[in-house]
Nanobody, 123 residues
Framework: QVQLAESGGALVQPGGSLRLSCAAS????????IGWFRQAPGKEREGISC????????YYADSVKGRFTISRDNAKKTVYLQMVSLKPEDTAVYYC????????????????WGQGTQVTVSS
């Protein structure tokens, strides 16, 4: 059974950094694209980054471009989201999800989801 588990969320001050991890169990990630999404209270789930199965193609939403970096380590079955220059508007629950090979923009294109990890940016 495939399971994804996010970790690394925390309370951080504006301007701070965090690295989120998404670890897979029960399945190898080699042939899957991994997306990171976030959902703030009262808002729709937003796709913020994705990395293709090969790792050669990455996508970033305009809201995080230049501040967030996605990477993957297939041997460890883990995908990372390095976040710097965090802003209060980055506060949300962050989720990872995966789908075959290529990234897609819509959340309903992803079949497996983790439980999420809370990121709070506040002074």
């Amino acid at each position: 059974q495939v399971q994804l588990a996010e970790s690394g969320g925390a309370l951080v001050q504006p301007g701070g950094s965090l690295r989120l991890s998404c670890a897979a169990s029960g399945y190898a990630l080699d042939y899957y694209a991994i997306g990171w999404f976030r959902q703030a209270p009262g808002k729709e789930r937003e796709g913020i980054s994705c990395i293709s199965s090969s790792g050669s193609i990455t996508y970033y939403a305009d809201s995080v471009k230049g501040r967030f970096t996605i990477s993957r380590d297939n041997a460890k079955k883990t995908v990372y989201l390095q976040m710097v220059s965090l802003k209060p508007e980055d506060t949300a629950v962050y989720y990872c999800a995966f789908r075959p090979v290529v990234c897609k923009e819509r959340a309903d294109e992803y079949g497996y989801w983790g439980q999420g990890t809370q990121v709070t940016v506040s002074s």
